[in-house]
């Protein structure tokens, strides 16, 4: 019933933009923490960023600064917004959402729902 779908991914250069976006379906965003985590090889999923009960972003601190989360142009979606892109940001992109509280919003465990992800990959 529950499905989230990204969309967005590509290869780039570093410094090139990527927007990334979450079409959501079966979910309420008001009644949800709506996420991006990425997982490079080798390396555990990472907290990106998050919309938070449909109010507050909070971004982790790898990208804070260069990425962006919102509400995308269409109902039901998340956009991720990623500017100045560095070969570290390559990795399977993941849009998440969860009834997580403010504490756990960080957690991979605080979400119940997972995309199938969108490579990105930054090419030096």
């Known amino acids: 019933q529950v499905q989230l779908v990204e969309s967005g991914g590509g290869s780039v250069q570093t410094g090139d933009s990527l927007r990334l976006s979450c079409a959501a379906s079966?979910?309420?965003?008001?009644?949800?923490?709506m996420a991006w985590f990425r997982q490079a090889p080798g390396k555990e999923r990472e907290f990106v960023a998050v919309?938070?009960?449909?109010?507050?972003?909070y971004y982790g601190d790898s990208v804070k600064g260069r990425f962006t989360i919102s509400r995308g142009g269409v109902r039901n979606t998340v956009d991720l917004q990623m500017d100045t892109l560095r070969p570290e940001d390559t990795a399977v992109y993941y849009c998440?959402?969860?009834?997580?509280?403010?504490?756990?919003?960080?957690?991979?465990?605080?979400?119940?729902?997972w995309g199938q992800g969108t490579q990105v990959t930054v090419s030096a």
């Open positions: 919309l938070f009960r449909n109010t507050h972003t």
């Open positions: 998440a959402a969860g009834r997580a509280i403010l504490s756990s919003i960080r957690n991979i465990n605080a979400y119940a729902y």
């Open positions: 079966g979910i309420t965003f008001s009644n949800y923490a």
